[in-house]
């Protein structure tokens, strides 16, 4: 069941954004008089097509191969290669026969309308829900790294104080594409010491592989102190009471929750010996520990405080504008290092199969699938603006060349550069769905 939530998740995420981002070159077409021939969500590849029909001179439907969408706009050389129609004399309604300032904004549109609706996303998102989050201030003992964070030589216990010299008020920030993406050095406090540690630029390749859990765990660690105690349970017959701390287990030294649950599973089906501190006293007890490597109580979950900032309407929406720039100034950040091997190409991309897993998720929230499809419509924004023929944004160099030269580029070069971009798009989808079924089906 969670495997077809999440094909229907990204199969309505990425309809929407289809269609929406298709809209934004049929309007703009449409506003400067140029006739759009088709609008289709989905291909019809050979003709083929799920449903169809025609409203004045523009045929709407929906086709069977499920990689995107587009809109036919007369008198331009795209995906419909059509070339013979551009072998006819240009027509005043056709888009080779406009200014290259109108052409410019027509192909901008579909990435215009992207930003838009990724800006409204998050805008809405932050006015509904607000901005929850834990105070790094609140993060007294400190973080809980996995494997990844220890190679890098952060410690158990340890509490980041700063990224790059600058103050981290939300522990999150520990785990964005702030720390992640960049040339990052962190602040640490050690005890009585403060030194600093080195994120290498490559340190997504592993993420990639192993998850951010690695890096540095989602959740703080709690102290040891007793929050309830579970009736009938070996620390409620020891004796033990809510607000004790806990101090040792066999003479080893526990200073967080994590260090006590490692220590209390190595006596499993054993009795072990807990040294306690009860308002100021140390005190000492046998405590049997049963085969799941428990006693019977519960930390103080609480120690942790969340905080929610709630904005108004229109207060929220600077905080969407700097989400969605956030998420944009990423994708480059991303790319760029890609580009420059700082980070593999298969670490980097994911495909269809990917984002449901991993961004829609097998459970149907609401909330999530919103903020998904804000993330994924700016990516989304991002791509089209590459450079690759077939692309808004090959469309677009091609135009602002003929603006600096006076003249346009010829058809016989546009219609070669668009095959060599179907090519580049091409491998480019079968790398990324390849990637995907890779890490699905070989990868833990």
């Known amino acids: 069941m969670s495997g077809l939530i999440m094909a229907a998740q990204l199969l309505l ?3 929407i954004l289809v269609i929406l981002h298709e809209l934004g070159h049929f309007l703009a077409a449409r506003a400067f008089g140029i006739k759009v021939e088709k609008f289709y969500l989905f291909f019809d590849a050979w003709g083929v097509k799920l449903f169809s029909f025609k ?3 523009c045929e709407y439907g929906i086709g069977w191969l499920p990689l995107g969408g587009y809109v036919k706009i007369a008198g331009m050389i795209d995906e419909s290669m059509d070339t013979e129609a551009m072998k006819q004399p240009a027509q005043p309604w056709e888009f080779r026969s406009k200014p290259a300032w109108q052409r410019l904004i027509v192909m901008l549109g579909g990435v215009i309308v992207n930003i838009v609706v990724g800006i409204f996303i998050f805008w809405m998102m932050t006015f509904k829900y607000g901005e929850t989050y834990i105070p790094n201030s609140s993060v007294l003992n400190g973080i809980n790294p996995g494997v990844i964070g220890k190679e890098i030589g952060l410690q158990r216990g340890d509490r980041v104080i700063a990224v790059n010299g600058k103050k981290v008020i939300r522990f999150e920030e520990l785990i964005s594409s702030k720390v992640l993406l960049g040339n990052t050095t962190l602040t640490v406090v050690r005890g009585n010491k403060t030194l600093d540690v080195k ?7 592993k993420v990639s592989d192993l998850g951010i859990e690695e890096f540095i765990s989602r959740a703080p660690l709690l102290s040891t102190t007793v929050d309830s105690i579970i009736a009938g349970k070996a620390a409620a017959k020891a004796g033990l009471l809510k607000g004790d701390q806990i101090l040792a287990v066999n003479s080893v030294p526990v200073k967080s929750n994590v260090d006590l649950r490692e220590q209390v599973e190595k006596y499993k089906g054993k009795t072990a010996d807990f040294t306690v501190n009860r308002a100021g006293k140390t005190m000492d007890y046998k405590i049997p520990v049963d085969t799941a490597g428990t006693i019977g109580f519960a930390f103080n979950i609480n120690e942790i405080k969340q905080e929610t900032i709630k904005y108004g309407f229109f207060a929220a929406l600077p905080i ?31 495909g269809p199969v990917e984002i449901a897993r991993k961004v829609y998720g097998g459970e149907w929230i609401w909330a999530r699938f919103w903020a998904s499809t804000g993330f994924i419509s700016i990516a989304l924004a991002f791509m089209n603006l590459l450079p690759i023929p077939a692309l808004d944004g090959g469309h677009v160099i091609f135009l602002l060349v003929e603006m600096v030269k006076g003249k346009p580029l010829s058809d016989k070069f546009l219609e070669r550069a668009q095959i060599v971009g179907f090519v580049m798009l091409l491998a480019l989808m079968v790398f990324v769905l390849g990637n995907d079924l890779f890490k699905v089906f070989f990868k833990p």
């Open 13 to 15: 995420g990425l309809s």
């Open 55 to 57: 409203r004045g001179d």
């Open 199 to 205: 994120v290498p630029d490559n340190i997504l390749n």
């Open 320 to 350: 969407g504008i700097d989400q969605a720039w956030k998420t944009f100034s990423d994708n480059g950040k991303g790319i760029w290092k890609v580009l420059t091997g700082k980070i593999k190409a298969n670490k980097a991309f994911s």
